[in-house]
């Protein structure tokens, strides 16, 4: 149980066009999930925090106009990195909680190798 | 925002070795835990230890948290050539529920 889908599992685009990012809780309804980035060798660092019904909020320096952010339903949240540039290339992963559990583990997803050229 | 820090940042031991990493951390947490990470994929949870406990054990892993020293160890015994991962420590602040910073991570290579 509690499986997170994440699609695609990577991704090539050009400079200036926007990729869009899926991530699923297949198996539970996800009020919360955590869209994280990672850069090789290097940890994971929490970009924003998806709610369901209402605006994502944003850690500090990450751009929201940047990396647009929707939950419109309780299993799925999208990551859009607009105008991507190359230096957005990197590793994407999504995570959820099980809502009503308190001290749950994140349950991941496989994660998106973005590579902008 | 806090970071957690993991050491050593790489471990290279031979198959049935046991393996230890440490981590650290700056503020008071609620929960600390331990995620692995095959390379090129998601992470998958290991192992929780709330703030009140000092040792927790699954399996081959023992985790023990020193919340005095803001530190905490993860042990695999009698490690494996899968065991090969990265190994991340990931803390939950009081007021942040749910909201983890995970440390720098330790690559443990077992050879085989």
């Known amino acids: 149980g509690a499986v997170v889908s994440q699609h695609p599992s990577w991704v090539i685009c050009k400079s200036g066009t926007s990729v869009k990012i899926e991530c699923r809780s297949l198996?539970?309804?996800?009020?919360?999930m955590f869209w994280y980035r990672q850069f090789p060798k290097q940890s994971l660092m929490l970009m924003a925090t998806?709610?369901?019904?209402?605006?994502?909020?944003?850690e500090q320096g990450v751009e929201k106009d940047k990396f647009l952010i929707n939950h419109a339903s309780l299993t799925l949240s999208t990551l859009t990195v607009t105008s991507a540039h190359p230096e957005d290339s990197s590793f994407y992963i999504c995570?959820?909680?099980?809502?009503?559990?308190?001290?749950?583990?994140?349950?991941f997803g496989n994660g998106t190798r973005l590579t902008v050229t | 925002s806090q970071q957690g820090e993991e050491d050593p940042q790489a471990l290279s031991i031979q198959e049935g070795e046991n393996a230890t990493m440490n981590c650290s951390y700056k503020t008071s947490i609620n929960n600390l835990q331990w995620y692995r990470q095959n390379s090129g994929r998601g992470l998958v949870h290991l192992i929780l230890i709330r703030s009140n406990e000092r040792e927790k054990h699954s399996g081959r892993l023992r985790v023990t948290l020193d919340t005095s020293k803001k530190s905490s160890s993860l042990l695999i015994t009698a490690s494996r050539a899968a065991d090969t991962a990265s190994y991340f420590c990931a803390t939950n602040r009081i007021q942040g529920a749910q909201k983890l910073v995970f440390g720098q991570g330790t690559r443990l290579t077992i050879n085989p």
């Open positions: 198996d539970f309804q996800a009020t919360t």
């Open positions: 998806s709610n369901e019904g209402s605006k994502a909020t944003y």
């Open positions: 995570s959820a909680v099980i809502p009503g559990q308190n001290n749950s583990p994140l349950h």
